[in-house]
């Protein structure tokens, strides 16, 4: 993801303001690397345009940033609910049986994501017929139980004569070029493949037509992976032919907007062919994506120091207008712990995407296949998260209408308080819950610092004074939250999806 924007908030005297480098090629920063006293920022191409937004603190920086470059659409309400996947999800049993087991288990969910290996060879819009016995009625089947199904496209067509997607493009001169003007062809999954231009407004129109395919076997929404572009024999080379809408320039230009282009693409698809708020979510994007897509961090690890980096993550993606995010719930690569899994669904329930994730060669991580204790957290939590979903839902519709993140390092409320300043270990979730989660293996008890305001304990309902640190009892099956005083905190009955049970 790149969003190159960056805020800057001092003391004395105090200035506030941020900075937006529009500039698509590759960009560096050094904020006192170089020396304390100044930082800079450049590019290796392009113009050097530059917005700057002033403001009396960095609510204000944050609402114009959002306001210059977009502002999330609402979202549909099932998808703020919990969803599961995993890659190796490979067959109709296995969808049929993870979807039995949710229900079995009484673990809220809304969705389930199909990820690669639901496609015909990797090729994107079709589906494997031998894994699958008859994908349509499976799809109707989950969602008449209240799953709706996500795939997962990537941007790489496969080199395959008679395969119509790879076809059509070829016959129209949608995928990038040589600068000699032959078909660029790199390794992805389907092995050799081809790069549709999504810049060109022809590639997008095209793209978000194929959504069609997935739209009418009753797919609920869009998983966009691999497109930063990614690629397997090395990066895609800077001087490949790419357009920029009319104008016809290289990839070194057009690398970070492949993402943007991308969901645009897939955005407008849903808007045209199907009758819901579109569902997309990505892995690469750039500054405005948020008006296409949410996001998610890619792939992270089951290590404690990748729980721990979440919660920047997430808050500095909501700062930079992308705030509809979440991390891979339990880790990605490597193999999940129990007391790493408990510990991450408490981080995962307070972020605004929640879904667990993980690579095809690491431990299975279902909630049913940890100890009976951790299976009791993780249902705790997911349905915490649902008896919160008209608090989620209404920090989505604030989001929309000002760009201000649903979830928030304490800074950007109490920028003026120096003990906020680097807590990168608790946030707030719209502008009246403060989360306070443990980040640190083996710990049962964490220090958490309360800002100005009044704060009770959401499980003892202790009241405390903010301006304090307070050391917050946390065995494995708590996660320390907090409410402002005065808040009025709706909760929805509790349900195994959304629109079970009439509200
Ligand atoms: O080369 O589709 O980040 O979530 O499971 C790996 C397989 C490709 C990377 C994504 C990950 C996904 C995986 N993909």
Request: glycine share 8%.
């Amino acid at each position: 993801k790149s969003i190159p924007f960056f805020i800057v908030a001092k003391d004395e005297p105090q200035v506030c303001y941020g900075i937006f480098f529009d500039n698509t090629f590759h960009s560096y920063f050094d904020f006192g690397k170089e020396s304390q006293d100044y930082y800079y920022f450049g590019s290796e191409n392009g113009n050097l345009d530059y917005y700057v937004f002033t403001g009396n603190n960095m609510v204000e920086i944050v609402e114009q940033y959002t306001w210059l470059t977009g502002r999330m659409p609402l979202p549909q309400l099932w998808t703020l609910g919990y969803h599961q996947s995993r890659w190796g999800y490979d067959s109709e049993e296995r969808f049929r049986e993870i979807a039995a087991k949710l229900r079995e288990h009484r673990i809220p969910c809304d969705s389930i994501h199909f990820d690669i290996d639901y496609m015909d060879a990797f090729k994107v819009f079709t589906w494997n017929q031998e894994l699958f016995d008859d994908e349509k009625q499976m799809i109707a089947d989950l969602r008449a139980d209240g799953f709706k199904p996500v795939t997962i496209i990537d941007p790489g067509v496969k080199v395959e004569p008679g395969y119509d997607v790879y076809e059509e493009g070829m016959a129209r001169g949608y995928f990038a070029t040589t600068p000699d003007g032959d078909v660029y062809v790199n390794k992805v999954w389907p092995g050799d493949s081809v790069f549709p231009d999504f810049g060109q407004p022809a590639v997008r129109d095209w793209w978000a037509d194929k959504q069609k395919y997935l739209i009418d076997l009753g797919i609920a929404g869009v998983w966009t992976d691999m497109n930063e572009p990614a690629s397997f024999n090395g990066p895609l080379p800077d001087d490949l032919i790419f357009a920029d809408e009319e104008r016809i320039t290289t990839h070194a230009e057009m690398h970070n907007t492949y993402g943007h282009n991308m969901v645009k693409a897939t955005f407008s698809g849903w808007r045209r062919h199907s009758d819901v708020r579109p569902f997309v979510i990505t892995r690469a994007c750039y500054a405005g994506s948020q008006k296409y897509t949410i996001a998610w961090t890619g792939d992270n690890h089951s290590i404690w120091s990748h729980l721990q980096m979440a919660i920047p993550q997430l808050c500095n993606l909501g700062l930079s207008g992308m705030s509809y995010a979440g991390t891979d719930v339990g880790g990605f690569g490597s193999d999940v712990t129990p007391e790493l899994m408990a510990r991450w669904v408490q981080v995962g329930c307070f972020s605004p995407f929640f879904r667990s994730h993980c690579a095809k060669f690491s431990a299975n991580q279902e909630p049913w296949v940890m100890p009976p204790a951790v299976l009791d957290i993780f249902r705790k939590y997911v349905e915490l998260r649902y008896q919160l979903l008209p608090y989620f839902y209404d920090a989505t519709r604030a989001c929309s209408l000002t760009g201000l993140p649903m979830m928030a390092p304490l800074v950007l409320f109490w920028q003026n308080d120096p003990n906020v300043r680097e807590l990168n270990d608790e946030f707030m979730l719209g502008r009246d819950l403060l989360i306070a989660p443990v980040v640190e293996q083996g710990a049962t008890k964490r220090l958490v610092y309360l800002p100005a305001g009044s704060w009770y304990d959401y499980w003892t309902h202790e009241l405390f004074e903010g301006g304090q640190h307070i050391i917050a009892d946390a065995p494995l099956d708590v996660c320390p939250i907090y409410v402002r005083a005065g808040t009025i905190l709706p909760k929805y009955p509790l349900q195994q999806f959304v629109g079970e049970i009439p509200a």
